[in-house]
């Protein structure tokens, strides 16, 4: 929907959304951010789930929005493999739990309850994609059509798969200590990009997923070449990087996640939250960067049989 009043992508939705928008008042001396935020926290109530604040991670240019609002009026939009991989997961990572959180009494804050389940590494983040972005800086929808721009994004993967493969393959004290990552860094990475595959074509592909695996020897390289060969999956893995960032964490651990995440960003899982985030430190507070998909987690083996260990996490 176009406006060119930010707040009418709110107000003019409010005889056919009742349950949420429907509650708000027509008032435009209200900010655009106010607007905004009691807009997605009247969502956040009503759906009793937290899956909107997946949309909340698109870039916004308005500074007062918290974290965890949505912007409306954003014109990026970096959906493009969310939007095809998020609806399979189902509270495995979260164990099933339920959502658990609240708002502070002004509606500025949001609480959650999780748990910190890693740290993104200070130097394996792989850079973004420039042949995915028009000027925005926006990943375009059919941009993943294009085998040559497809071929780019994984010619870039395979370098930096050779580096973190140099990496884990170095003799010690032949490196950098803080370029160091762990042999298990490889598993890693194939472990990830296997579930991804297996999950998201499990419903139109499952024989054929079974026999198709990625395991690598000792060379990430070899993998991507393996990638490029499956045309469908090979996409799909471009729209991931394409649209995103692939990291380790401090541990070694392999991830993807929307371009937004930085290094040193924290990666948490939360109740009721169907997939893990990147939350970033701001005061004694934090923001919400967006959400991950991190090996060792997705099948919910970070998540606490007793869930009295939780903390609960202010977002602003």
């Given amino acids: 929907m176009k406006a ?15 349950d949420t928008f429907g509650r708000m008042d027509v008032d435009y001396n209200q900010p ?7 807009a997605t926290r009247y969502m956040l109530m009503q759906s009793n789930g937290l899956e909107s604040l997946y949309h909340a991670s698109r870039p916004t240019k308005l500074g007062n929005l918290p974290s965890w609002a949505i912007d409306w009026a954003s014109e990026e939009d970096m959906e493009y493999f969310w939007y095809h991989s998020l609806p399979w997961m189902e509270r495995r990572v979260c ?5 658990l959180y609240r708002f502070s009494v002004d509606g500025r804050a949001l609480y959650l309850r999780g748990r910190l389940v890693g740290k993104v590494h200070d ?10 972005s028009d000027s925005r800086g926006t990943a375009k929808y059919d941009t993943f059509s294009d085998q040559k721009v497809v071929s780019v994004i994984l010619k870039e993967a395979a370098a930096w798969f050779s580096d973190l493969t140099a990496a884990a393959n170095a003799a010690p004290g032949t490196i950098d200590p803080a370029l ?3 042999q298990s860094t490889l598993s890693s990475v194939a472990s990830l990009l296997d579930f991804i595959r297996s999950q998201s074509f499990e419903r139109i592909r499952k024989k054929f997923v079974s026999s198709f695996q990625l395991t690598p020897k000792n060379d990430l390289k070899k993998m991507v070449s393996k990638i490029a060969s499956d045309r469908m999956f090979s996409r799909k893995f ?12 401090a541990k070694g651990s392999f991830g993807c996640a929307l371009r937004s995440i930085e290094p040193g960003d924290l990666l948490c899982i939360f109740s009721g939250l169907p997939y893990p985030f990147a939350v970033r430190p701001s005061g004694s507070s934090y923001i919400l960067v967006g959400p991950v998909l991190l090996d060792g987690v997705m099948e919910g083996e970070m998540w606490p049989e007793d869930e009295s260990v939780l903390e609960e996490w202010e977002f602003v």
Avoid: H, N, W
Wanted: aromatic share 10%.
């Fill in 95 to 99: 164990g099933g739990s339920e959502p």
């Fill in 180 to 182: 160091t990552v762990p």
């Fill in 238 to 249: 471009a729209a991931y990087l394409g649209t995103g960032r692939l990291f380790l964490t």
């Fill in 123 to 132: 130097r394996y983040v792989s850079p973004v994609c420039p042949c995915c």
């Fill in 4 to 18: 060119s009043e930010p707040r009418d992508k709110i107000y003019a939705m409010r005889s056919q959304l009742t």
């Fill in 32 to 38: 655009i951010e106010s607007v905004f935020a009691t």
